[in-house]
């Protein structure tokens, strides 16, 4: 009997939602292994040696594992990003690289308004207080009352815009990228970053990364607090000068999904037992939804499937050899 090409999955959450997407691969002619989506070279490198297709976690994928695999024709991203994924190395070797955009976003829009009231209302630290006995509660705001700043106008950004909007809060948008005309900032007037500085109550951050946008040169400007919000990227912070910012109450809150170091030996200044009445952090919740994972497993297989069976991808970030 003829071995059935091998199809590598290293997302962690690939699957676990609502439909059988390991069974729609087996049925499209495939055999499923998974691996540690940490890619480890060692680990993967029997598997990559027959693999015809990838569906790949948050993980590097780098010119290093591109050279163990000679059958590799695909590598599949299960989320949005690319950044983990040599893409030069890629097309070299005639890898199509695929992702799939915009199939998380209303989870992560949904998480960060959750995060947000939760760090306006102080929700996590109220209830620590009553399983420690202290009924006595605080003054908060409410959302309609305060002016929002959304930095990063893409998709989730836009979600974001909408649904603040059913809060009549006053909405202000921060997106370089994008043209002064762009209707969004119908709903969300423009503004600079420092003009979110001295204007917003809260900011909420949905840039792709790569730069730091709150530093302590930001954080210095207004004597305004803020309530920070991040479901983006780590790197959009200054996590000391947040941490610090907290302490002076420049930092009314800050919420994230994501912190620049997943390991808590290492210390990182927003964990520090002092700020956990105003620090709410989240293990990257943002896509976990089944709707989420669903949306994400279904078009990664389906983008890997395309590639494999001779059809053009719809969301290729590599060219896609003819």
Not at 169 to 181: K, N, S
Not at 223 to 239: G, Q
């Amino acid at each position: 009997m003829t071995a059935r090409p091998l199809v590598l999955v290293t997302s962690r959450s690939f699957g676990s939602g609502s439909r059988d997407l390991e069974g729609e691969l087996h049925d499209a002619g495939f055999d499923v292994v998974r691996a540690s989506p940490a890619h480890p070279l060692g680990e993967l490198a029997p598997v990559l040696a027959e693999a015809v297709g990838w569906i790949a976690g948050t993980g590097p994928v780098t010119d290093d594992h591109f050279a163990l695999a000679p059958n590799l024709k695909v590598v599949s991203r299960y989320g949005v990003g690319y950044d983990a994924v040599d893409l030069a190395a890629a097309e070299r070797r005639g890898v199509v690289v695929t992702n799939t955009p915009g199939a998380n976003s209303s989870a992560v829009v949904e998480l960060t308004l959750a995060l947000l009231l939760s760090a306006l209302r102080g929700i996590p630290a109220a209830d620590r207080r009553v399983r420690g006995g202290d009924w006595s509660g605080w003054t908060a705001r409410e959302l309609s009352a305060l002016t929002v700043g959304v930095v990063g106008l893409g998709r989730i950004g836009r979600g974001v815009v909408e649904r603040i909007g059913a809060f009549r809060a006053t909405l202000l948008g921060h997106d370089p990228w994008l043209d002064p005309g762009d209707p969004v900032f119908r709903a969300a007037a423009r503004r600079s970053l420092p003009e979110l500085a001295a204007e917003a109550d809260v900011v909420t951050l949905h840039s792709p990364g790569g730069e730091t946008l709150i530093d302590e040169e930001w954080l210095g400007a207004s004597d305004r607090p803020v309530l920070l919000v991040n479901t983006a990227r780590a790197d959009l912070v200054d996590e000391s000068a947040v941490a610090d910012a907290v302490r002076r109450g420049r930092v009314s809150a800050y919420a994230a999904d994501t912190l620049a170091s997943e390991n808590v030996d290492d210390g990182s200044p927003l964990l520090a037992q002092d700020l956990a009445d105003r620090v709410i952090i989240t293990p990257h919740l943002g896509a976990q939804t089944v709707e989420g994972i669903d949306g994400m497993g279904g078009m990664a297989t389906d983008e890997l499937l395309a590639v494999l069976q001779g059809r053009v991808p719809r969301f290729p970030v590599t060219a896609v050899p003819a």
